[in-house]
């Protein structure tokens, strides 16, 4: 069945000497909050966080149900490639931002494109990018409650906004919010933390312990029948884990930790275990081990540089090298990199090709990914430091910018993407002196719109244009027109002057 996620109506904001009505088009009205950690410093009062809300959320009055994260560009856009950026922010662990949570689309001047507000406090997004679903683009993420990993279900929508499917885990098991990889066969890869009791003596543990093991499930997206799983426990020892066991002992021991799955040129699976520090090449049908890359029982020769620790995101190229993102150990390293690595499969050996390091010469404790765009270009999301940022094939920054304190995105994207969202544009008005009036327009989600022309009349269906039309500039568009009439609407126009939508016609107060 499928859903509209962008639409929601409400419609009137009254302010002192000013008349507002607000046509709106996305779900979510508050801001997401989170719960509080044991421990962590209480969130702020009212008066600091209306002082944080200015300077870190972004607000519309066209659209004031949406309050995005402001986006600091660092380092100004050059040579990029094309296409839009898709994040998810969230607040980070522990912490608190006014600023609302949900899949994110923004352009290289840090506007937003399209925002997605989640409406429970209590989830996350994660994984935003786009995939390819029976031929078409389309937006999935995962969405659901992260504990240190995750349980929930992952969402595809197509380029209207509107939600075409929600793909669930098999056999029991919640999905987690690691990876939803759509095949050319019209399945999803996705990733499980399953919890089962195991003898954890041989490792110093209770003999009656919890393990968290990863599972890979492969999903027919149609009839949610699973294809494939694959248990890390049937295949990786205990011993392989750098993690230590939890001091408290009703806690499972995470010794696994996947993190990503990718699909080898042979249709073989490529496994991340941040846990293990290893990448793992599985055989799709039987489920053994072919290879491991990295870790303590690596089957290749590490050369200099190449031994990830605390891995994300391992990725096979269509030139046959991977990339990592190399997290690094808050305990032994200073500075995190995307790299890439060339594989002799002959004789086993790993060769570091290039590194990308974190802009700031920082460590991302968590998250993060590396992605290899068309014409060589590298965009990389940094976890749980709040940047993502475009390099060049030799190493030179493109692009950097910035989430606020306490946000995060687990994965950043660069992808080409055309929006057409199935509601109208919004509009809001304000009187100024004699017949001023300032409208503001914006579409959530639109990227044909080249320009916005206000239309005026005394009544709905008597509407004509109102002053030149004005160039779409950031989400949303301040126009100040003079006009008697009753009725204010606008339209949105491509670069051709035609029109692609109209909002509905606005009856100003008195």
């Not at 209207?160 to 990889?181: C, I, K, T």
């Not at 990914?369 to 190493?395: A, D, K, M, T």
């Not at 929006?419 to 989600?445: C, F, I, K, M």
């Not at 002053?467 to 950031?474: H, I, V």
């Amino acid at each position: 069945m499928s859903t509209d996620i962008t639409r929601r109506r409400f419609l009137e904001a009254a302010g002192a000497g000013a008349a507002w009505i607000a046509l709106t088009s996305a779900l979510g009205c508050e801001p997401a909050k989170h719960p509080r950690e044991s421990g962590s410093p209480a969130r702020p009062g009212r008066a600091q966080a209306a002082q944080a809300s200015e300077r870190y959320v972004r607000t519309f009055r066209s659209r004031p149900d949406l309050r995005p994260p402001i986006i600091d560009v660092v380092t100004q856009p050059h040579g990029t490639a094309p296409g839009y950026i898709f994040v998810a922010p969230k607040n980070g662990p522990g912490e608190y931002s006014p600023a609302q949570d949900g899949p994110l689309i923004l352009d290289n001047s840090g506007e937003p494109v399209w925002f997605h507000p989640l409406q429970n406090e209590d989830e996350d997004a994660m994984d935003f990018k786009v995939q390819y679903y029976r031929g078409e683009p389309v937006l999935t993420w995962w969405v659901g409650v992260h504990t240190g990993y995750g349980q929930g279900e992952y969402v595809i929508a197509d380029s209207s906004y509107r939600e075409m499917r929600r793909v669930r885990a098999g056999n029991g098991y919640q999905g987690d919010h690691h990876e939803f990889l759509i095949t050319p066969q019209q399945t999803a890869l996705l990733d499980i933390y399953g919890k089962v009791h195991r003898d954890l003596s041989s490792v110093g543990g209770p003999k009656d312990g919890e393990v968290l093991e990863g599972i890979v499930q492969e999903v027919d997206i149609e009839t949610g029948e699973v294809l494939f799983e694959w248990h890390s426990l049937d295949h990786v020892g205990l011993d392989e884990s750098v993690e230590i066991l939890p001091e408290n002992p009703d806690e499972a021991f995470d010794y696994f930790h996947i993190n990503s799955i990718d699909v080898d040129q042979d249709s073989n699976l490529i496994v991340s275990a941040r846990l293990t520090s290893t990448v793992y090449k599985i055989d799709r049908q039987s489920g053994e081990v072919i290879w491991r890359l990295g870790g303590k029982k690596s089957d290749f020769e590490m050369g200099p540089e190449t031994r990830p620790r605390l891995q994300h995101d391992a990725r096979r190229q269509p030139d046959g090298t991977i990339t990592i993102f190399d997290n690094g150990d808050l305990k032994i390293d200073d500075q995190s990199y995307g790299i890439v690595l060339e594989l002799d499969e002959d004789k086993m050996r790993a060769t570091l090709l290039r590194k990308y390091p974190q802009p700031e010469g920082k460590i991302c404790g968590t998250q993060g990914n590396v992605q290899v765009l068309p014409g060589g270009n590298v965009f990389i999301g940094w976890g749980s430091n709040p940047h993502f940022s475009e390099f060049n094939r030799e190493g030179e920054l493109l692009f950097n910018a910035s989430f606020p304190p306490e946000v995060e995105s687990y994965r950043a994207f660069r992808f080409p993407w055309s929006g057409h969202p199935s509601d109208d544009p919004a509009v809001a008005v304000e009187r100024g002196p004699g017949d001023e009036l300032t409208v503001y327009t914006s579409w959530n989600g639109a990227t044909e719109v080249a320009s916005w022309q206000v239309l005026a009349g005394p009544s709905p269906d008597r509407l004509k244009s109102v002053g030149d039309a004005a160039p779409r500039q950031g989400f949303e568009a301040a126009i100040t027109v003079h006009s008697a009439e009753p009725y204010v609407a606008v339209q949105a126009k491509d670069p051709s002057g035609r029109v692609l939508g109209t909002s509905k016609a606005l009856k100003l107060g008195t």
